[in-house]
């Protein structure tokens, strides 16, 4: 499986972005897609999931009500367009993949199989 994520930019404080992941190569087996960020030394946090089927998703406290994830099975593809960004969103944001099954939401970076490369997201203060 192979994720591209896209979109990242500059942007002032409180504005938007969309980012983007595409996923190809052998996808039957992806359960669940994520995104993560990482700020400059700091660890990896989850920001948000979302299953296959687009209908269990789950947000950090910290993007709730600001960010929203999506998905488009027909381009195998997943979205985060993030709102009323803040100097704090400033990181580079990973989408992952992950291959285990249930019904669960899944948060923490050991639970996800595949990687994009990242795209950077950098807001203005």
């Known amino acids: 499986v192979q994720l591209q994520a896209s979109g990242g930019g500059f942007v002032q404080t409180g504005g938007s972005l969309r980012l983007s992941c595409t996923a190809s190569?052998?996808?039957?087996?992806?359960?669940?897609l994520a995104w993560f960020r990482q700020a400059t030394g700091k660890e990896r946090e989850f920001v948000a999931y979302?299953?296959?089927?687009?209908?269990?998703?789950r947000y950090s406290d910290s993007v709730n009500g600001r960010f929203i994830i999506s998905r488009d099975g027909a381009n195998n593809a997943m979205y985060l367009k993030m709102n009323s960004l803040k100097f704090e969103d400033t990181a580079t944001y990973y989408c992952?993949?992950?291959?285990?099954?249930?019904?669960?939401?899944?948060?923490?970076?050991?639970?996800?199989?595949?990687w994009g490369q990242g795209t950077q997201v950098t807001v203005s203060s």
């Open positions: 190569g052998s996808i039957d087996g992806i359960n669940g």
């Open positions: 992952a993949a992950t291959s285990l099954t249930g019904t669960y939401f899944y948060t923490t970076s050991q639970d996800f199989d595949y």
């Open positions: 979302i299953n296959w089927s687009g209908r269990r998703i």
